[in-house]
């Protein structure tokens, strides 16, 4: 037995919620699965969840979680669901009432990640309901979401997400940290393909591994604890937060309000965000030296400090752009005549509608 001081490894539970989230965790867990033996990296557990088996073929069965229907009435039973076909309080009721046992078998870890999309049906309740019985035991959650304006359904569910996040954190009083990407979303005047989104997620989720591993020196529990609960050590009240992962050189460009940040370097990076932007508080740790030497750019220069970001602005701009776009197109379809009846009383037809 050692007789040196070691500290333990954090571990983070991966909630991957409905179809999106379920095809993210399976990326997330190829990449976890090369640093499973590494103590830099948090230990990453997986529990794929959804309403449908339609995403889940070839998952172990147990991590996964088929949410069956809930019934008042032995005689109200379904047999099985199967998706929420993009609706968001089709299967609400069971996927609330499935949560305890759900927790019960995949029990929450350190620190807790949902991934999920805001378009559809399924991950767009579960991971908000998640989220709620988790606010509500004082444990610490992550969210990632994939937003989309695909289609106007997909816009309009994307922001019932979000706004449902702002009513888990304002019931509970506690932030809620959500790294926002989005699907077809503007980005240098071109449109960021699903293939860029689902890199980014496993790049965030890669990193939160490195922050939350408990390797880092100087940065302990109760320093994470308060960048993501800000309220605690700032004057700003609690309430959804963007999370954004900056290195040295995209921090630069970082101009929207931070309200904390959580900073990892080198003992040469130093830890300033290389802006006229403040922090209310930021917290800082080493990197482990072995890493430190990976996060180099083309020229072989170090791209630390990495600044782990939360800013009240990122959400809401995104909240604010979905809702300008989801109001023209709503009033572009209320502004359609109605739909021309192509049949008559001419046509006589019978009881079945078929015009004989
Ligand atoms: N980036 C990315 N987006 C995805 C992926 N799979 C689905 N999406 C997006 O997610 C939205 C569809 O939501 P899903 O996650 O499939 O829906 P769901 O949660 O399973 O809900 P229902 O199928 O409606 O019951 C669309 O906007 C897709 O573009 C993926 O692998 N990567
Ligand atoms: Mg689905």
Redesign the pocket.
């Known amino acids: 037995m050692s007789n040196t001081i070691e500290r333990t490894r954090g571990n983070i539970r991966v909630y991957a ?5 379920i ?2 965790g399976r990326m997330v867990e190829t990449i976890s699965e090369k640093s499973k033996d590494n103590l830099n990296f948090a230990q990453i557990d997986i529990t794929y969840v ?3 088996l339609a ?1 889940a073929k070839g998952l172990p069965k147990d991590c996964f979680y088929h949410i069956q229907p809930s019934y008042t009435h032995i005689s109200d039973r379904e047999d099985t669901l199967d ?4 609706k968001r309080d089709e299967n609400a009721e069971s996927v609330k009432q499935a949560i305890p046992d759900l927790l019960l078998k995949h029990p929450p870890k350190d620190i807790n990640i949902l991934i ?2 805001g ?6 309740v579960l991971a908000p309901f998640i989220t709620a019985q988790l606010k509500k035991k004082g444990l610490e959650v992550i969210i990632i979401l ?1 937003g ?1 304006r ?1 289609t106007l359904k ?1 816009i309009t569910n994307t922001i019932d997400t979000i706004k449902s996040y702002a009513g888990i954190s304002k019931v509970n009083n506690s932030p809620i940290a959500i790294a926002y990407e989005e ?1 077809g979303s503007e980005y240098n005047n071109s449109r960021l393909s ?1 293939q860029v ?2 890199s980014n997620v496993l790049l965030t989720v890669n990193s939160l591994a490195v922050l939350f591993s408990k390797n880092n020196e100087r940065l302990d529990t109760k320093d994470l604890e308060h960048w993501l609960n800000f309220q605690k050590v700032t004057d700003y009240q609690p309430g959804i937060v963007g999370l954004q992962i900056c290195d040295r050189n995209t921090a630069k460009d970082f101009d929207q309000n931070i309200v904390s940040v959580a900073t990892l370097h080198s003992e040469t990076s130093g830890t300033s965000l290389g802006s006229n932007n403040i922090p209310s508080y930021q917290c800082r740790g080493i990197l482990p030296e072995e890493l430190s030497s990976v996060v180099v750019d083309e020229d072989n220069n170090s791209k630390l400090p990495l600044h782990f970001i939360l800013s009240d602005e990122i959400i809401v701009d995104s909240l604010f752009s979905l809702n300008k776009l989801s109001a023209g197109l709503k009033e572009k379809s209320q502004s359609r005549p109605n739909m021309v009846s192509l049949i008559s009383d001419d046509d006589n037809a019978s009881d079945d509608g078929i015009v004989l």
């Not at 919620?17 to 989230?21: E, L, P, Y």
């Not at 998706?83 to 993009?86: I, P, T």
């Not at 378009?119 to 767009?124: D, F, K, L």
């Open positions: 919620c409905g179809g999106a989230g095809n993210l959804d309403t449908s995403n998706g929420s076909g993009q999920h999309s378009g559809g049906g399924s991950g767009s994939i989309s695909d997909d699907n699903s989104v689902d």
